[in-house]
């Protein structure tokens, strides 16, 4: 009886101890930090164009204005929303696409403002393996007393990952920048 009741304890503290052993293991190895990415290197500025030209403001709704990379399986479950787990941006992505748009050559050459509400910033995957970043926006300007606005809708192939969607980040937001700078040089053109 006694040898039985001592072989269980034995027993019971030899897994408590493996437990124990296992559980701190587990703590010797933290998540590691999740990867930043950013949009990729700035476009060059030449010394005539450091002058912004007027104002840029670029907002995001709420859900837009945090650090996660969200994208969208649209083969499963389009409606669905979903976020890297181990990948992040350095800073909202409003906020990378106003520096992006601020290092550009100037978007209004006379001082005036325009406003870019960020709408859609996601990577979209049609297959497992296929995928493209969609960036669409809503850009109103001021140009002789008179607001003028358009909604803008750009999508560049991304590789099926986190790197591959901050990769076509840079790439979709010059896209999006020559768009905007077109469409206010052709309210300007006009009399």
Excluded at 138 to 165: I, K, L, P
Aim: include cysteine.
């Amino acid at each position: 009886m006694k040898t039985t009741r001592l072989l269980r304890w034995t027993l019971g503290s030899a897994l408590s101890l493996v437990l124990a052993l296992a559980l701190g293991a587990c703590a010797l190895h933290p998540e590691p930090p999740p990867r930043l990415f950013d949009f990729g290197p700035l476009p060059s500025i030449g010394a005539a164009s450091v002058d912004v030209g007027g104002l840029v403001h670029v907002v995001a709704s709420e859900d837009l204005d945090g650090a996660l990379m969200r994208y969208r399986l649209l083969y499963a479950d389009p409606r669905n929303v979903l976020a890297y787990r181990d990948s992040r941006w350095v800073s909202a992505p409003a906020q990378l696409l106003r520096a992006r748009l601020l290092a550009a050559k100037p978007l209004m050459s006379d001082g005036g403002e325009a406003w870019v509400e960020l709408q859609a910033f996601e990577q979209e995957f049609s297959a497992p393996e296929r995928s493209e970043l969609h960036l669409s926006a809503n850009v109103s300007w001021e140009r002789g007393g008179v607001r003028h606005g358009a909604q803008f809708d750009v999508r560049v192939n991304a590789a099926a990952d986190a790197s591959g969607f901050a990769a076509a980040a840079g790439p979709a937001c010059d896209q999006l920048t020559a768009q905007v700078r077109a469409a206010i040089a052709d309210t300007s053109a006009r009399p």
